[in-house]
């Protein structure tokens, strides 16, 4: 599943006008993912690989005027349709790429990724980025709006056992990453898993 940068960005790039409208029935999932993350106000917060920012109002609402929200993604046409959709309103947008965050060590409370993991080209350094920028005791939320059985089907495949967002898999992934994962749910209409930085390796 993992892709080179000039892979995800003609993927995504040629697809980001339209991203939205192909899939409109996503943000109650999205709200719903970012209220069960437990962001609290002024958590400092990443959108990790944010597209065109659907996540960012939900983020906005959690970490509220005194919390920082960041967008991060690698496609400029992504984060065209992000301006475009209004969501730089909600948060600052980087074009950059997540496996190297022009961002200072445990900066931040929080990191949120949707869809991202599947994109990653090198998802256990990429992971012990993401934990590099928070600090110990953030927290980490790995999601999908539908889950691993309903996007394979998409796709005209079924769930294979070496698919790193298995629950045996991912959790031994998060583990050698910098993570510990706390909860993990992959159900028809969404896949969620949560993780915390240690506060003691």
């Known amino acids: 599943m993992s892709e080179d940068r000039t892979h995800v960005q003609e993927f995504f790039g040629a697809r980001a006008a339209d991203w939205d409208r192909k899939f409109p029935g996503d943000g109650p999932a999205f709200a719903t993912a970012v209220a069960e993350f437990g962001l609290r106000p002024g958590d400092r917060v990443l959108d990790a690989g944010c597209g065109t920012g659907r996540a960012m109002t939900a983020l906005r609402a959690a970490v509220g005027p005194t919390g920082t929200v960041l967008g991060a993604d690698l496609t400029p046409q992504m984060l065209a349709a992000a301006r475009q959709a209004g969501r ?33 080209p090198d998802p256990g350094a990429n992971l012990r980025e993401l934990a590099r920028v928070v600090r110990p005791g953030g927290r980490l939320a790995l999601f999908h709006p539908i889950g691993r059985t309903a996007l394979a089907a998409r796709h005209g495949r079924q769930p294979t056992p070496d698919d790193m967002r298995a629950e045996h898999n991912l959790g031994p992934l998060l583990s050698g990453s ?22 003691h390796p």
């Open 88 to 120: 730089d309103a909600e948060g600052a947008l980087l074009l950059t790429d997540v496996a190297r965050l022009p961002l200072r060590d445990e900066v931040l409370d929080a990191v949120f990724a949707a869809g991202l993991i599947a994109h990653l």
């Open 178 to 199: 910098g993570w510990h994962m706390t909860s993990y749910a992959d159900e028809d209409d969404r896949f969620l898993a949560l993780a915390v930085r240690p506060r």
